[in-house]
């Protein structure tokens, strides 16, 4: 799979993650207890045929949010190191949604279903779309979903 995240504190992302103060899902502020910022989620458009996934936006989003939307991501992440509790990032799911835990494992199975499916094409293209000037090599560096 192509790149779904970026560095919080580093270029475009890292700019948009200091501006924002709230996530752009639930309305949470940043970590500051923990002196975290709030995360940057690219969202991309995906072209099932011609396998190019495109980014149509940036947006802010809290550690909860940003790891529940990288769902599969966290649950091996939990496998591996432990301390995430996954049932509690379904529960902020549907909350945030306005979802059933019922609907939410629905939505998580189906998109697992589908990660599958993109997965078995190794060679997807990005295309920055409009964020293309941005989205450079120097200010992509360190970001360690970018391959
Ligand atoms: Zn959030």
């Known amino acids: 799979m192509g790149p779904e995240h970026v560095s919080a504190t580093q270029g475009p992302s890292g700019a948009i993650a200091r501006s924002a103060d709230?996530?752009?899902?639930?309305?949470?502020?940043?970590?500051?207890?923990?002196?975290?910022p709030l995360n940057v989620h690219e969202v991309w458009v995906y072209d099932d045929v011609k396998h190019v996934q495109t980014l149509v936006g940036l947006r802010p989003l809290c550690g909860t949010c940003s790891a529940c939307v990288h769902i599969g991501r966290t649950g091996a992440v939990a496998i591996e190191r432990g301390g995430i509790d996954m049932n509690e990032l379904r529960d902020h799911m549907a909350k945030v949604n306005g979802y059933t835990r019922?609907?939410?494992?629905?939505?998580?199975?189906?998109?697992?279903?589908?990660?599958?499916?993109?997965?078995?094409?190794?060679?997807?293209?990005?295309?920055?779309?409009?964020?293309?000037?941005?989205?450079?090599?120097?200010n992509l560096k360190g970001s360690p979903r970018i391959r």
């Open 22 to 36: 709230r996530c752009d899902a639930c309305g949470a502020g940043p970590d500051e207890r923990h002196g975290r």
């Open 102 to 138: 019922a609907e939410i494992d629905q939505h998580i199975t189906a998109a697992f279903r589908l990660w599958r499916a993109r997965s078995d094409f190794p060679n997807w293209c990005q295309d920055y779309g409009e964020h293309a000037a941005v989205m450079t090599v120097e």
